[in-house]
């Protein structure tokens, strides 16, 4: 027997919500999948904590500070 699982993950922002009355992401409104099937049993912590949702936004801000670094560093400026 197959049941639809409550918790869900956003397959492009990851962020992890309870399937309510909505049908896609409510960030994003992209596609999702069930959120165990993704993390195990780590989803519960990761639904209080949204850790993929944060380290996936934290890894593209320093990526573009050191994009600024390397181009500063590269024209002498400092």
């Known amino acids: 027997m197959s049941q639809y699982a409550k918790l869900r993950v956003c397959a492009s922002c ?3 919500f309870k399937l309510k009355n909505t049908k896609n992401c409510p960030r994003c409104g992209f596609t999702h999948y069930g959120a165990r099937f993704v993390y195990g049993n780590k ?3 990761y639904s209080k904590t949204q ?3 944060v380290d996936r936004k ?3 801000y320093k990526r573009m500070l050191m994009d ?3 181009k500063l560093l590269n024209n002498k400026i400092y």
Request: aromatic share 26%.
């Open 14 to 16: 990851e962020w992890i």
């Open 43 to 45: 989803c519960y912590t």
């Open 51 to 53: 850790k993929p949702w």
């Open 58 to 60: 934290v890894s593209y």
């Open 68 to 70: 600024k670094v390397e």
